[in-house]
């Protein structure tokens, strides 16, 4: 799975790194995947955050992509 965070959606909740904070990180008030971040989506607890975050991100930021 390919994780990115649109920047031109982004308002900067910080809603995906609350959720996912092994994928996410909150840099310069947007959120960002960190380096290595979606790597973890292998592990099945990690992947299911990632679609939470993407799901409740409310600026609907997040690109999920196989």
């Not at 990115?4 to 904070?21: I, K, N, T, W």
């Not at 990180?25 to 990690?46: H, I, L, N, T, W």
């Amino acid at each position: 799975m390919k994780v990115s965070v649109d920047r031109s959606l982004c308002y900067g909740s910080a809603e995906c790194a609350h959720r996912a904070p092994a994928v996410f990180a909150f840099e310069d008030g947007y959120g960002v995947v960190r380096s290595g971040g979606a790597d973890a989506a292998g592990d099945p607890r990690v992947r299911e955050a990632i679609l939470e975050a993407a799901e409740k991100c409310p600026s609907q930021a997040i690109v999920l992509t196989e």
